[in-house]
């Protein structure tokens, strides 16, 4: 009598969980692009549902040089927040991904958004590349960045060394 009390127990746990929505959360994931159509590249991808409104996420942030000639070796030129094609996802490495929250989210759009906003020329291969964007929002996220980093123009290497720093990115 105790086991089938125990049992149905069980299954009212299971039947009312069942009927509770599931906890939306936004996926964020950082990449790396190695040589090839365009130069090294690191960006984020954010997928996922909002919790507190249900909207659904699926975008991608890197910042780059508007046009890339020798004159980002020379100095700042203009840059921009860019969002890529899935065919460049595809080709290119995840390194790692965080769950985050609502707030958390927001915090990581205001950040874009402040990239987005940068006096211009704001591209700097030395100051203010696509590393130093992905960096500013792993801080975002809680992850422990090197912001003396010697990869800040190696974006695997950045974001390899950066998943050191976390080892609970495993």
């Known amino acids: 009598m105790f086991r089938l009390r125990l049992w149905f127990l069980a299954l009212l746990i299971c039947c009312l969980g069942a009927?509770?929505?599931?906890?939306?959360?936004v996926t964020v994931s950082f990449y790396s692009h190695d040589f090839g159509d365009r130069f090294p590249h690191a960006f984020i991808v954010v997928k996922g549902k909002l919790d507190g409104s249900g909207q659904?996420?699926?975008?991608?942030?890197?910042?780059?040089?508007?046009?890339?000639?020798?004159a980002?070796?020379?100095?700042?030129v203009k840059g921009y927040?860019?969002?890529?094609?899935?065919?460049?996802i595809a080709k290119s490495d995840r390194q790692f991904?965080?769950?985050?929250?609502?707030?958390?989210?927001?915090?990581?759009?205001?950040?874009?958004?402040?990239?987005?906003d940068r006096?211009?020329?704001?591209?700097?291969?030395?100051?203010?590349?696509?590393?130093?964007?992905?960096?500013?929002?792993?801080?975002?996220?809680?992850?422990?960045?090197?912001?003396?980093?010697?990869?800040?123009?190696?974006?695997?290497?950045?974001l390899l060394e950066v998943k050191e720093l976390n080892p609970a990115l495993g």
């Open 19 to 25: 009927g509770l929505p599931a906890r939306a959360a």
């Open 56 to 70: 659904a996420i699926d975008n991608n942030f890197g910042f780059t040089a508007k046009n890339v000639s020798p």
């Open 72 to 76: 980002i070796l020379l100095g700042s």
């Open 81 to 88: 927040v860019q969002t890529s094609q899935p065919d460049y």
């Open 97 to 116: 991904s965080v769950v985050v929250d609502d707030a958390t989210y927001a915090r990581l759009i205001a950040k874009v958004r402040e990239w987005q």
């Open 119 to 158: 006096k211009q020329p704001s591209y700097s291969l030395n100051k203010a590349n696509c590393v130093h964007f992905v960096m500013e929002l792993a801080e975002v996220v809680g992850l422990k960045v090197n912001r003396k980093s010697s990869y800040f123009k190696k974006p695997k290497t950045f």
